[in-house]
């Protein structure tokens, strides 16, 4: 039996847990929340693990004997077992950053940090191939590397359906090519690629895949196992979660093989004036006093989410997708950027008001209260690619309600009219 | 809401002056990073004169109302008397709302009072009158260290 | 008139704004909390301002138009503006990182991700210059840029009293230095090393001078004009901040050059397929969602911290740090490591007791409820330079309370007996 | 306080069969990156059984102690008893408390008991016995393989 949405009662349950659903904004609209794409809310359980740790916890984890710091330490290593739970890893190849961005520049950077004749250095005549819907944190740190090496970059394209083009992956993805990273679900299109299809693809050439997992971890369930892929990144921010704390996840024996980036305290084995020796992951990559009070929110952050059932997450996100594209499909003037039904396809939903720039089309929703993001959503080549400047995005999470969609809906229809266009 | 007031709608639907022409002294392409919004903008000076400000702008209603009230507000008049209607839009827009601006100086630049409370926005009104300052400085009609103009260059990368 | 140490109504004040300094450890042993130079505890204004902005003003900062992104910006963007103050700073000169240790590394990738031709870029015939008191954050990223670029680390020395030894300054310094970076306050000896001079010094030949201000920020006011360097990088962890926050700040027009280090969403101008540009500073440097409710954290802890005023959070750890070299002092079986009276010396205390192990000597302490650090506080070339393999450091911040110097005293008395060694 | 047993401070102090002795089949050097304690440790083998352990051990008096205890119970015995040993003794000190240990298996080792409730300090007490592990892999003594020397290897870094 698949999964069910949330009921009503669990709904309003589950909103309950979130302080900031009850505010009002702009003179006192409800606060109709559609941008949890861009940043999550946050669950109590969150808030107050992080502040119990402040307040009776707090010390540098890994750094000291005194009780203050064995009581850290086991904290923070206790959320890193949870938070690889989730996701069907092993503790010991979590490894904490401060969000996806820097999860993927640490995979990138190996690459070139890697000495001259390691297997992961890489040079003029290889490739780096990526895909045209890729958020600019999957994308720029690859054309960086590609500019530090002398590599070249090359990408999977994009129907006019918002779906990759795997037509000519033959001819994309060869021996030459030494790392695929692409993105598990569009932040725009709402698309879900197959990816362990092109983990199994990219292994056979010998290239090591790169999943950028920032909007599909939040929203169902994942498993590092299942997904086949090397590396794998998100961010604790946009699954209830705190700001300031992401995740690299990474096959045990390549975590091994990856050469440090950030370098400093507790990552090394021994240092000398004259040169130093590392530890091994996942302190290898973990310099510095961590992010502890915010690995720990997010421990509670995925013990939150595992209490939902993530196939509930999902089975009530598809609900409100279908609902959402639905409404969309009977206004005439808009026009989906994206697939148009809940196959293979998360939460987000970007769209286009015909003849209504997107600035001003959320602008009217805000001021209806209801909070959508507007603009490329840092993934501009994939705009250009489908046409559009900029675009109106709203994407979905676990407290989400129908009613917050038919409220969506109804602001919607306000645009054709302060912009006197055809609706 | 009383951001969109009806100036505003009317402007963004028919820019006054829109359109690149010849000749020009000096043209310019900005670009609001976090929403794609474009404008490329073009000077022709005579002497200490705006003869023309052309422009072809591709972002929203603020920012195509803001190139064609500029492009209204100063053609015509000089270096001097654009600095003076520049000067009046920049406070007035980042003001928050404090500045509720002159008409007699701005004209009809007084519909964007309201961008002012929105501070997301203010960069999309602001957007033409950095690429006019910008536009100016290259055509050499003033010395490229002047105060007003390089402040509003660095918010274009806020 | 000098200012004074706070009284004790004014200790006890501050110190009920501190929750976590009314527990117990080890079967009800008062906290004694000695361990501030590896984390600092956090006031109540911290949590609070942490937790109001997740339960009131949650969004992305530079991401949206809507709403809450635009007072999550505002708040983003005060609090940046209030910590530049703090250092007498200009609000573009402040980068938000997640640890001073990144900070320091961005700085260094800098200097190996610039173009060739850049006059930042150095390679072969380039020289670093450190010194042996540095932090292992303030050294191994200068080892691993000298490994990627070819160029050569050299160090100031330290004297047997735990000072820098400037006698050959002439020979190290030269223009074949690029870079010299050094520690403001050392995090073992306390020496507070003259930034001025060495700044000046390293303009004169060229170099770019980078200071760790980790030490000396949370405990002395600091203007980042009057120090003269560069580059300055600093942890709010240590200043009462949250967690998972740190700062670069960056003389403007050298910011202004800075190639970008982490690279993806909202550090860019444009992005197409085949390349991109960046933004200008600091948002150049601030790839992807930023560590929003940290640095609104650190935004209240400078605000707490300028409550209290520097000038006499200075003297009075001063004061604690007097009473407690004298308290050594007295104690002929104990060896302070550095400076033995408070000139030119923060409130890191670090010691060698007799044939006791530091890992013993922590443990008795902590069983009397006092939390000292012991080990190489990542300095173990410092270490292995003044002969001892580990220390136990005790430190100090503005809550602690010269009842509380005395419990430490108290409680190392124990040492000698449980070890039976001369005392 | 009950970590410091009079037997640890004894062995701490005078430490048994403590120096490097030659012949031997091995010798490896163990680091705790955290507080910079050494150990450099050699076996001597007699086919299957260790005919001498013997180590210079630079640390704390957890980490000394069981290095002296550990050359002491394996000293003369064979692999497969040292091998319970040192399994025994893993048990008890990752336990948490839980595992109080068995003065019939561990000898003084069960002094070390107490280590278990201070998880800063385990790594203290298992840096001799992961150095004994290490270099009995390096004198071929087994299979490189073997679980409980691989995991007790990990941690080595932890
Ligand atoms: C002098 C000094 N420099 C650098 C650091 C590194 O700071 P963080 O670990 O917060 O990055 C520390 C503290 O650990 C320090 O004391
Ligand atoms: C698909 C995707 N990848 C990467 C990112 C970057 O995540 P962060 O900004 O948390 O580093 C985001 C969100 O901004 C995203 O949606």
């Known amino acids: 039996m698949p999964a069910a949405p949330f009921t009503s009662e669990e709904l309003a349950a589950i909103r309950a847990d979130f302080p900031i659903l009850t505010r009002t904004v702009r003179d006192g609209k409800p606060l109709v929340y559609l941008d949890s794409g861009a940043t999550s809310q946050k669950p109590r359980a969150v808030l107050d693990a992080e502040r119990d740790f402040y307040e009776h916890h707090n010390a540098a984890p890994h750094r000291g004997a005194h009780a203050l710091a064995e009581e850290a330490t086991e904290a923070y290593e206790d959320a890193r077992a949870d938070i690889a739970g989730f996701i069907g890893a092993g503790a010991g190849e979590v490894v904490f950053t401060k969000n996806a961005t820097e999860s993927i520049n640490l995979a990138a950077y190996a690459f070139s940090n890697a000495d001259h004749g390691s297997p992961l250095r890489i040079g003029e005549g290889d490739e780096v191939l990526i895909t045209?819907?890729?958020?600019?944190?999957?994308?720029?740190?690859?054309?960086?590397?590609?500019?530090?090496?002398?590599?070249?970059?090359?990408?999977?394209?994009?129907?006019?359906?918002?779906?990759?083009?795997?037509?000519?992956?033959?001819?994309?993805?060869?021996?030459?090519?030494?790392?695929?990273?692409?993105t598990h679900a569009s932040n725009v299109l709402g698309t879900v690629n197959p990816a362990r299809e092109l983990a199994d693809a990219a292994r056979a050439v010998g290239a090591i895949s790169v999943l950028d997992a920032c909007q599909s971890v939040p929203h169902l369930p994942v498993d590092v196992t299942d997904l086949g892929v090397d590396l794998l990144a998100f961010s604790g921010h946009k699954m209830l979660g705190p700001?300031?704390?992401?995740?690299?996840?990474?096959?045990?024996?390549?975590?091994?093989?990856?050469?440090?980036?950030?370098?400093?305290?507790?990552?090394?084995?021994?240092?000398?004036m004259e040169g130093s020796t590392y530890a091994a992951p996942p302190q290898r990559f973990e310099a510095g006093v961590p992010m502890t009070a915010q690995a720990i929110g997010l421990g509670a952050a995925v013990r939150y989410l595992q209490g939902l059932g993530m196939d509930r997450v999902h089975a009530h996100e598809t609900a409100l997708t279908g609902q959402l594209l639905a409404g969309l499909a009977d206004r005439p003037w808009v026009r989906v950027i994206g697939p148009t039904t809940t196959e293979n396809r998360g939460g987000a939903v970007a769209f286009d008001v015909d003849g209504v720039h997107a600035h001003d089309v959320g602008q009217i929703l805000d001021d209806?209260?209801?909070?959508?993001?507007?603009?490329?959503?840092?993934?501009?080549?994939?705009?250009?690619?489908?046409?559009?400047?900029?675009?109106?995005?709203?994407?979905?999470?676990?407290?989400?309600?129908?009613?917050?969609?038919?409220?969506?809906?109804a602001a919607l229809d306000r645009v054709p009219q302060v912009f006197e266009v055809a609706s | 809401m009383d951001l969109y007031q009806e100036l505003i709608i009317e402007h963004a639907k028919r820019p006054h002056r829109a359109g690149l022409r010849a000749p020009f002294d000096a043209e310019v392409h900005h670009v609001n990073p976090t929403?794609?919004?474009?404008?490329?903008?073009?000077?022709?000076?005579?002497?200490?004169?705006?003869?023309?400000?052309?422009y072809d702008s591709l972002g929203c209603s603020i920012s195509v109302a803001s190139a064609s009230i500029l492009a209204e507000q100063v053609t015509g008049h000089t270096l001097a008397e654009a600095d003076v209607v520049h000067d009046a839009m920049h406070a007035m827009l980042t003001s928050r709302g404090q500045d509720a601006g002159d008409e007699e100086v701005i004209g009809d630049g007084i519909a964007l009072a309201g961008v002012a409370r929105y501070p997301a926005r203010v960069k999309c009104a602001l957007l033409g009158w950095m690429a006019f300052q910008d536009a100016l400085n290259q055509a050499g009609a003033r010395p490229a260290a002047e105060s007003s103009t390089s402040s509003s260059l660095k918010e274009q990368h806020v």
Chains 1, 3 share one sequence.
């Open chain 1, 132 to 182: 045209e819907m890729e958020h600019h944190a999957n994308l720029v740190p690859w054309q960086e590397l590609c500019r530090r090496t002398g590599a070249t970059l090359r990408w999977i394209p994009v129907t006019d359906e918002g779906r990759l083009d795997l037509t000519d992956l033959g001819s994309l993805l060869t021996d030459r090519t030494k790392v695929l990273a692409f």
């Open chain 1, 243 to 272: 700001t300031g704390i992401g995740v690299l996840w990474g096959r045990a024996d390549l975590l091994e093989q990856l050469p440090p980036f950030l370098t400093g305290g507790s990552m090394i084995e021994t240092v000398r």
């Open chain 1, 368 to 409: 209806s209260g209801v909070e959508v993001r507007v603009g490329h959503h840092c993934a501009w080549p994939l705009h250009r690619r489908l046409g559009v400047t900029a675009s109106t995005r709203a994407s979905l999470a676990a407290y989400n309600t129908p009613g917050e969609i038919d409220a969506f809906l």
């Open chain 2, 35 to 54: 929403c794609g919004d474009e404008v490329t903008l073009r000077v022709d000076l005579d002497g200490d004169t705006i003869r023309d400000v052309s």
